[in-house]
């Protein structure tokens, strides 16, 4: 039986352990994917691995643009209203050329280069984003990006006046250099977009095809492998600095091994992706001898826009990743 003192020595403890317990803080991680996409079942990992490995935060995704839109995660997590979020990374490119780095057509065009050139930027951008108070946890790369359209194409001149999806500051600049018509349009409202005429074609990887089931709206996919984009998972730097350091180092080991597991995972989806589009009845091609060339061309005219704007960094980043340094 316990006597008075120690009772109300228990009774102390209690409240102290109860309040602890409770002090433990829900993080909302905004997406703007759906929910069946495998970068959202990534962060979806992430969150339940984190949730279970330590006990001072508790992470909650939000799925398709359910808390915030893709186009307001970025400026939201860095002002501190949502702790966490994930980012289209070149859809930032007005922010910082480095942002725009991965989306240059036919700079880095399959799995191992997209990698290279990742690792030769990362420096950079982690930069950025914390000048930014933004700290990056991890990134996973989309499958490459051929090119969806209604009528079979030789050339860019066959797209002239179509009305192309935009999606970023890229895909804009890739419209005006084919002669095509931009239209921005969200990944939440693709299909409708294709469904009313509003866009008759976009660049984009199998995976966003499949989400959206494009083949009820689009005829053909040219399997070009342009370029490999990213998408990033953001946390606000103040909150960051806030947790102790041995959520710290749980939140980075989960967001390394969920990296890793990304980039996997993306190379493993990219063959069936293609399958599922041609089995529902997408006509997947390759490119003629000319519209390689006319990508080609508008490649090199992008690199070097993107030379132009980022000066002496993106010539060192270059550099590297072709391994000239």
Known sequence: ?????????????????????????????????????????????????VNENQDEINITTHPGGSLYGGGQIYSSTRRGLVPLGERFISALSNEDAIFGIDAIPFLATNFDEAKALYEASKPKMQEV???????????????PQGLYVNNEINSIEDMQGVRFRAFDPTTERVAELMGATPTSIEAADLTQAFATGVAESMFGSGSTAYDSKLWEHVDYWYDIGAWLPKNMVIVNLDMWNALRQDTRDVVLATAADIERQGWEKAIELDGWYKE??????????????????????????????????????????????????
């Open 1 to 49: 039986m316990l006597n008075r003192k120690n009772a109300a020595l228990f009774s102390v403890l209690t409240v102290t352990l109860t309040s602890e317990a409770w002090a433990q803080e829900t993080w909302d991680m905004a997406l703007a994917y759906p929910s069946s996409n495998y970068h959202s079942e990534l962060a979806s990992d992430f969150a339940s691995m």
């Open 129 to 143: 984003l914390e000048a930014n108070n933004l700290k990056l946890l991890y990134s996973v790369p989309w499958p």
């Open 276 to 325: 599922q589009l041609a089995d529902n009845g997408m006509g997947i091609m390759d490119a003629s001898d000319q519209l390689e060339a006319d990508f080609e061309a508008i490649g090199e005219q992008m690199l070097q826009d993107w030379l132009d704007r980022s000066g002496e960094y993106g010539e060192e980043i270059i550099s590297t990743y072709r391994g000239e340094s």
